[in-house]
C-alpha cells in the first residue's frame, strides 16, 4: 500500500535454486506443467521457508487448475500462495499467483492491484502484464488491455504466450 521498494530478490536457498529455476521454465509449457509441479515440490522440501519457492509451486498448482479445471488443484494453488503470502506478502511472484487467485476470488479490482503491484517491483514481467491485460479485458477495459497485452511482448519477446493474448485480443 505505500509503494516501497523492494528489499532485494527474496533469497532462495543455493540447494533449491536448481529446483527452483527448472520449475519456472518446465512452467512455461502446458505440457511440462506435471515436471514444474515435482521440481518447485523439491525446491519448497528443500527451502521451506522460501516465499519465492512456495509461490512457484502455488503458480504451477494454479497452472495444473487452468489445465484439467480439477477443483482441488485450485484449492491447493489457494493454501500454497497463502503459505507464500506468509512468507512475503510483497513479493512480485506471489502477488502475480495472488491477483490470479483473486480474479477467481474476488474480482477484478483487487486482481489489477496484485498485478500492478508484481509489476511495479519487476518492471519486466511479462506474465504479470499478460494478466493484467486479461483482467482489463474481462472488466471493460480494452485500451488498457491492450497496453497491457502490447508491454508483455515488449518485455519477453521470445516468449509465445504474449503474442498469443495479444493476438487472441
Keep these: 500500500a505505500l509503494h516501497l521498494p523492494p528489499l532485494g530478490f527474496p533469497a532462495i536457498k543455493a540447494v533449491a535454486q536448481a529446483d527452483y529455476d527448472a520449475g519456472s521454465m518446465l512452467l512455461r509449457r ?68 495472488g491477483g490470479t487467485l483473486k480474479l477467481i476470488r474476488s474480482g477484478y479490482e483487487p486482481a489489477i492491484a496484485d498485478f500492478l503491484r508484481a509489476i511495479e517491483l519487476n518492471p519486466n514481467y511479462s506474465d504479470a502484464y499478460r494478466h493484467l491485460g486479461r483482467t482489463y479485458e474481462l472488466n471493460g477495459q480494452p485500451e488498457r488491455a491492450l497496453a497491457a497485452f502490447k508491454r508483455a511482448v515488449e518485455t519477453d519477446p521470445t516468449y509465445y504466450r504474449p503474442y498469443l493474448n495479444l493476438g487472441n485480443f
Design 30 to 97: 502446458d505440457a511440462t506443467v506435471d515436471e514444474a509441479l515435482s521440481a518447485f515440490e523439491s525446491a519448497v522440501a528443500k527451502d521451506p521457508d522460501s516465499a519465492l519457492a512456495y509461490a512457484g509451486l502455488a503458480e504451477a498448482q494454479w497452472a495444473k487448475y487452468s489445465i484439467s479445471r480439477n477443483g482441488e488443484w485450485l484449492a491447493r494453488a489457494t493454501q500454497t500462495e497463502i503459505g507464500a503470502q506468509l512468507r512475503n506478502p510483497d513479493l512480485a511472484r506471489e502477488l502475480f499467483v
